[in-house]
T-cell receptor, first 112, second 112 residues
C-alpha cells in the first residue's frame, strides 16, 4: 500500500532555531497537508498544498509541494515554545479520494 | 464556525462489548472520514462517508462499521471489541473531494 516516509522522527532544538522536516513517497499524491497534534487532541491543519511546485506560508510556517508530486517539506522559522508537538504530513493519493495517508510524525522538542 | 465535535471524549469498554462513537462535522461539510490512531500503527484510515454513502474504506475488519445521517453527522460502530482496538478514534470533515480535512478532538477508547 501507499506509505509516506517522514523525517526526521524527532528533533531537539533551541528556541529561536529554524526547523525543517519532509515527507517522501514512492507514489504520486494529489494533495499534501501538514498537521500539528498536541497530546490528547486531534491534528490541527497547518497548511494545505494542491499544486506541484506550490509554496505556501502560514505565519512562520512554510511548506512546499514537490515538483515530482512525491514529496513535500515543512519549515518553521524562529521556533518558539508553543511549536512543541508532533507534526504530521498527509497526502491524498490520486485514486484515493478523501482517504489520507499519513507520515509517522516528527516530534519537535524545544529547549528554552 | 464551530469545529468538528466528537462524543464521547473518553470511553472504557470490556473485551467483547460493542461501542458507538459520534461525530458532528463542520457546518456545510458533507464528507466525514474516520481514522484510528495508535502508537504502533500511527494514523490509519477507516472509512469515508459522503451524502450518507460510504465512498472509501480502509483495511479494517468488518467489526468496524459506520454510517452517515442526512444532516451529515456520522457514527462509527465497533462490535466484539478486542484489546487491540484501544486507540484514539478521530473524525475529520471536509468541504468536498480532494480538499483539506479538519479533525475533531477524538474519542479515546480503552478496551480492558
Amino acid at each position: 500500500g501507499q506509505q509516506l516516509n517522514q523525517s526526521p522522527q524527532s528533533m531537539f532544538i533551541q528556541e529561536g532555531e529554524d526547523v525543517s522536516m519532509n515527507c517522501t513517497s514512492s507514489s504520486i499524491f494529489n494533495t499534501w497537508l501538514w498537521y500539528k497534534q498536541d497530546p490528547g487532541e486531534g491534528p490541527v491543519l497547518l497548511i494545505a498544498l494542491y499544486k506541484a511546485g506550490e509554496l505556501t506560508s502560514n505565519g512562520r510556517l512554510t511548506a512546499q509541494f514537490g515538483i515530482t508530486r512525491k514529496d513535500s517539506f515543512l519549515n518553521i522559522s524562529a521556533s518558539i515554545p508553543s511549536d512543541v508537538g508532533i507534526y504530521f504530513c498527509a497526502g491524498q493519493p490520486l485514486q484515493g479520494a478523501q482517504k489520507l495517508v499519513f507520515g509517522q510524525g516528527t516530534r519537535l522538542t524545544i529547549n528554552p | 464556525k464551530a469545529g468538528v465535535t466528537q462524543t464521547p471524549r473518553y470511553l472504557i469498554k470490556t473485551r467483547g462489548q460493542q461501542v458507538t462513537l459520534s461525530c458532528s462535522p463542520i457546518s456545510g461539510h458533507r464528507s466525514v472520514s474516520w481514522y484510528q490512531q495508535t502508537p504502533g500503527q500511527g494514523l490509519q484510515f477507516l472509512f469515508e462517508y459522503f451524502s450518507e454513502t460510504q465512498r472509501n474504506k480502509g483495511n479494517f475488519p468488518g467489526r468496524f462499521s459506520g454510517r452517515q445521517f442526512s444532516n451529515s453527522r456520522s457514527e462509527m460502530n465497533v462490535s466484539t471489541l478486542e484489546l487491540g482496538d484501544s486507540a484514539l478514534y478521530l473524525c475529520a470533515s471536509s468541504p468536498g473531494q480532494l480538499r483539506e480535512q479538519y479533525f475533531g478532538p477524538g474519542t479515546r477508547l480503552t478496551v480492558t
